[in-house]
């Protein structure tokens, strides 16, 4: 089956830098590509996706940009806030049968004021 | 409606004992998904309905594990004879079956079983 790796696990930047968390899939099946936001007690907040037709695609400070070669899809937040605090998680669904998602494993980030 | 429902919020209950979570998709969402997700990792797939029919169950989803969708509209599910491994947050997530829609997650059920 699917397996997805996330990396980093815990990130810290100063408030306004950007943030990248980069995620790995062995699918090459897989054609969805979402992020999720949770916040402590809270269930995952979908903020981005994108399917393997494209290569990138952006809202507002959140991009999203994906290489189906090399399998890999990062997560680019630009002049981070306060409220980016959160974990992140990447995600990955195969088209057909259940399109189940895959969870990688998390990154807490942490913005600095 | 705008999100998906879920009850409890909260769920403390002694080992042995059953319990039962509900969740509410959004209305016009045939696809429902549960997913359980422990300290520290993301959530995994327990089981899928497509309206009212179970089509896949996880092999995480032991014989204690229950899960129903009557009339494809609300779902619940039922842990039997609790364990203190069951305690994790229960999260479920609808989607419609055009796939250009992504899921929904609910705020999940957490449970701490004692």
């Known amino acids: 089956g699917e397996n997805v790796e996330q990396h980093p696990s815990t990130l810290s930047v100063q408030e306004g830098d950007s943030a990248v968390i980069k995620c790995t899939y062995s699918?090459?099946?897989?054609?969805?590509f979402p992020w999720y936001k949770q916040e402590l007690g809270k269930g995952p907040q979908l903020i981005i996706d994108?399917?393997?037709?494209?290569g990138e695609k952006k809202d507002q400070r959140i991009a999203v940009t994906l290489n189906k070669t090399a399998k890999h899809f990062s997560l680019h937040i630009t002049e981070t806030q306060p409220e980016d605090s959160a974990v992140y998680f990447c995600?990955?669904?195969?088209?057909?049968?259940?399109?189940?998602?895959?969870f990688g494993t998390g990154t807490r980030l942490t913005i600095i004021p | 409606d705008t999100g998906v429902s879920q009850d409890p919020r909260h769920k403390i209950t002694k080992r042995g004992q059953n319990v039962t979570f509900r969740c509410d998709p959004i209305s016009e969402h045939n696809r429902l998904y549960w997913y359980r997700q422990t300290l520290g990792q993301g959530p995994e797939f327990l089981t899928y309905?497509?309206?009212?029919?179970?089509?896949?169950k996880s092999r995480l989803l032991s014989d204690r594990f229950s899960a129903e969708r009557p009339k494809g509209s609300f779902s619940t599910l039922e842990i039997q004879r609790t364990e203190q491994g069951d305690s994790a947050m229960y999260l479920c997530a609808s989607r419609a079956g055009d796939r250009n829609y992504g899921y929904t997650f609910g705020s999940g059920t957490r449970l701490t079983v004692v």
């Open positions: 699918d090459s099946a897989s054609n969805y």
């Open positions: 309905f497509q309206n009212e029919a179970q089509l896949e």
């Open positions: 995600a990955a669904s195969i088209p057909f049968g259940n399109e189940k998602l895959t």
């Open positions: 994108i399917r393997s037709n494209v």
